[in-house]
């Protein structure tokens, strides 16, 4: 079982991750904190895609480049990695609007961050957080939290889903089980202009 969590990354409060990567904290420190530590604090961008073709001109081979009208290539700005290729209305959610979702909640105290991390070399990213007073015990001894989950992908194979769910993400595995639960409330919203509109409208909606 591959846990699929990027070298650097993962920010876990309270109770370690099973693969035992990651920074823990005994009590959830603030969003900024948070941002930074769980090494999630960097940002991609969209550049053009080119294509080089081969031609023979004057008896010597040479490079016809041309830009791919419509195709941007996500690539991660400290390291130049390239996640993928986007249509022209793929817009970014870069990871720190992913952390500044969560700030109104958990300022207020709503919620407090359980844990974040990069998956997959830092092409798919998540952040959890735990419901103020939100667990119960299925039996006793059994307790089943709530959490709060922000995800989604830099390389255009995962849209951003947001919602309600009682799987504790640390690695893959559990995102696909918070993904594929019926249990969980998660909304779909597409890397489109108008999403971070729609995340906002999605956090009040939770209040």
Request: aromatic share 8%; net charge neutral.
């Amino acid at each position: 079982m591959s846990h699929e969590l990027e070298t650097g990354t993962g920010l876990f409060v309270g109770q370690p991750a099973w693969h035992g990567l990651g920074k823990v904290f005994a009590v959830a420190p603030d969003v900024d904190t948070c941002y930074v530590e769980s090494g999630l604090n960097t940002f991609v961008d969209l550049e053009p895609v080119y294509l080089s073709t081969p031609i023979e001109r004057d008896g010597a081979t040479i490079l016809d480049t041309r830009c791919v009208e419509g195709q941007f290539a996500v690539v991660r700005r400290h390291d130049r990695q390239m996640y993928g290729i986007v249509g022209a209305d793929y817009r970014v959610l870069q990871n720190i609007d992913m952390f500044n979702w969560f700030r109104p909640i958990i300022e207020s105290g709503q919620a407090t961050i359980e844990a974040a991390g990069s998956l997959k070399g830092g092409r798919r990213v998540w952040v959890l957080a735990a419901v103020k007073d939100a667990q119960a015990d299925i039996v006793p001894g059994d307790t089943v939290k709530h959490y709060v989950l922000l995800a989604h992908s830099h390389d255009g194979s995962l849209s951003i889903k947001a919602g309600f769910t009682s799987v504790r993400v640390v690695c893959q595995n559990t995102l696909s089980a918070a993904l594929g639960r019926k249990a969980s409330k998660l909304l779909n919203v597409r890397h489109t202009a108008g999403a971070k509109l729609t995340l906002d409208k999605i956090r009040n909606a939770f209040d």
